[in-house]
């Protein structure tokens, strides 16, 4: 039986390619691309990164920083969520669905052209940037992104955190309801006050028990992280796009895009799954 | 005497209301020139061009580098009025409302003037003019000669998602139907793979893509079917920005730099090399 499955598939895979082959009417040109991930900078005499690899690192930064900041909304919201007073209640409550409920294209657009165009120009932002001098503005580039796209990047940044913060708040919510009764009243019964219970008894069980799903949720904000593409961040998903419009190496492009971003999610669940053996072997 | 005086006191408080519309009108014009696009790039020292990757207007070559018609003529607009110029690669479908909400000062994109559009932004006059052209598919649709052979409800076309290349397609052929693709590239691969007729686009496009495939695509119409002025696009309201930009204009039309960079980029390939 196990036989006949690898033979159905490998059919399958088998017959795809062969319709790509004569069905595609395309001219695969490979040798194109690895230029495009890096290319010999005969200036500085070394190999520097290109097109793709910008983008892939773009991608990298607004992943990090996006989780970072969605990680912290999250758990501020899941504890509101948890809390004892009304008031916060219903805010993380109004928070979670009003953004699960939207489709993150449209949060994003609203969260680009109404919000952002609004909100940075108080702040001055760009302004601020300007103002830096060489040293700054490289490691401010290194960290998010160079001063031309800056503002671009903070919200694109602030609104992927918005979305996905609210699925991380689910999970956190979900965290702390799931320790049992008996370890808050175990811990008001010690004299501890809510805040000190939360600290020092509730959430230090809670986090072993969300990390799981925490981490599939932070495999998904990489994998988001293409929508903004949508408002010209230049992460890979816009790079990979603006190179298709460019050469119309349509196929080779998307493929390698999808390599790239395969290679980070990978990595990054296999690394869960580490954390996950040491923590249950912490445990035991 | 009585009389006299009332004229005369009636005229001098004419000239007091006049004066002070004279001054009010002087503040606005004062405020006008400050706010506008022009002054505030002249401030920041950079000007922020809104483009899309659209060859050979625009495109990115193999270091990464921005090159292109439109981008020449930015560079040179950014030079002439003594600022740097920063170009922000934007989405074409969203370009027009990244513009309205400020992300950049200018669209200098190949954009087209369609009334429509021009109700949402102002335009400068039109520094280049380019066409509709449509490439065909071989096998598909094979003999077509005319606009009238595209013109049938069994026929499918390609473009690229916007208003230009829509409406001629409307226009010349409203019984076809149409697909729209978000960027080139993918209209040109619904042709090759044989699943549309043929692709509509500006000039020359089409052109290279029949020189790229000669043995799936043709050129069914050998002259454009449209004529379109191509301008620069700015914020409503900005009649400062409009003129110097009409200025700059008729200044590099007259040197003949215009007519140069338009050979280079279209009717030459000598770029080519440097992208792909």
């Known amino acids: 039986m196990d036989a006949l499955i690898t033979c159905c598939i490998l059919a399958a895979g088998a017959y795809l390619f062969y319709r790509v082959r004569v069905g595609l009417h395309y001219r695969w040109d490979w040798g194109a691309v690895p230029q495009y991930l890096f290319r010999f900078d005969a200036e500085k005499g070394r190999w520097v990164p290109n097109l793709l690899m910008q983008g892939l690192f773009t991608t990298i930064r607004l992943s990090i920083w996006g989780t970072i900041l969605a990680t912290i909304i999250g758990t501020l919201i899941g504890l509101f969520r948890t809390s004892r007073g009304l008031f916060k209640r219903l805010l993380g409550w109004s928070y979670v669905e009003l953004t699960r409920n939207i489709p993150p294209l449209v949060l994003i657009f609203i969260f680009y052209y109404f919000l952002s165009s609004q909100i940075i120009p108080v702040l001055g932002l760009d302004e601020y940037i300007a103002s830096r001098d060489e040293g700054t503005k490289a490691v401010l580039g290194f960290l998010f992104a160079p001063p031309a796209m800056f503002s671009t990047f903070i919200s694109a940044m602030m609104a992927l955190a918005l979305f996905e913060g609210a699925y991380i708040a689910e999970i956190v919510r979900a965290g702390v309801q799931s320790i049992e009764k008996g370890q808050w009243e175990a811990s008001y019964a010690l004299g501890l006050s809510r805040w000190q219970q939360i600290r020092h008894v509730i959430f230090p069980q809670a986090l072993q028990r969300v990390l799981p799903p925490l981490a599939g949720q932070f495999i998904s904000t990489l994998k988001d992280s293409a929508i903004v593409s949508v408002i010209s961040v230049q992460e890979l998903t816009f790079q990979g796009m603006e190179l298709m419009a460019a050469t119309y190496l349509t196929f080779e492009v998307w493929i390698t895009i999808t390599v790239l971003y395969l290679i980070l999610a990978l990595a990054l669940s296999l690394g869960v799954e580490r954390l996950e053996i040491r923590m249950r072997r912490s445990e035991a | 005497m009585k009389k006299h005086l009332l004229i005369i006191s009636a005229i001098f408080f004419a000239f007091l209301i006049n004066l002070k519309a004279v001054a009010h009108a002087g503040d606005i014009q004062h405020q006008l020139t400050e706010e506008s696009t022009i002054e ?108 009238e052979d595209f013109n049938r409800p069994d026929v499918i076309l390609v473009v ?35 699943r549309a007729h043929a692709m509509i686009s500006s000039a020359p496009l089409p052109a290279f893509q029949a020189l790229k495939y000669p043995d799936k695509l043709f050129l069914p119409l050998k002259e454009n079917f449209t004529k379109e002025p191509i301008a620069f696009a700015i914020r409503k309201g900005d009649f400062d920005t409009a003129n110097f930009l009409n200025g700059w204009i008729t200044v590099v039309e007259a040197e003949g730099w215009l007519k140069e960079q338009k050979h280079y980029w279209f009717e030459t390939m000598d770029w080519q090399d440097a992208v792909r």
């Open chain 2, 40 to 147: 505030q790039v002249l401030r920041r020292g950079v000007m922020k061009v809104g483009m899309s990757t659209f060859v050979p207007w625009a495109m990115k070559d193999k270091t990464g580098k921005l090159v292109g018609f439109e981008i020449d003529v930015a560079t040179r607009l950014a030079k002439d009025t003594g600022v740097e110029v920063q170009f922000v690669p934007t989405k074409w479908a969203g370009i027009i409302p990244a513009l309205i909400t400020g992300k950049f000062d200018i669209i200098i994109g190949g954009m087209g003037i369609v009334p429509q559009r021009n109700l949402k932004v102002n335009f400068s006059m039109p520094y280049d003019y380019t066409g509709m052209s449509i490439v065909a598919s071989k096998e598909k649709a094979a003999g077509f000669k005319s606009l």
């Open chain 2, 160 to 194: 690229r998602l916007g208003a230009t290349p829509v409406a001629a397609a409307k226009k010349f052929m409203p019984k076809a139907q149409l697909r729209q693709f978000d960027d080139e590239s993918q209209a040109v691969q619904e042709l090759l793979s044989g």
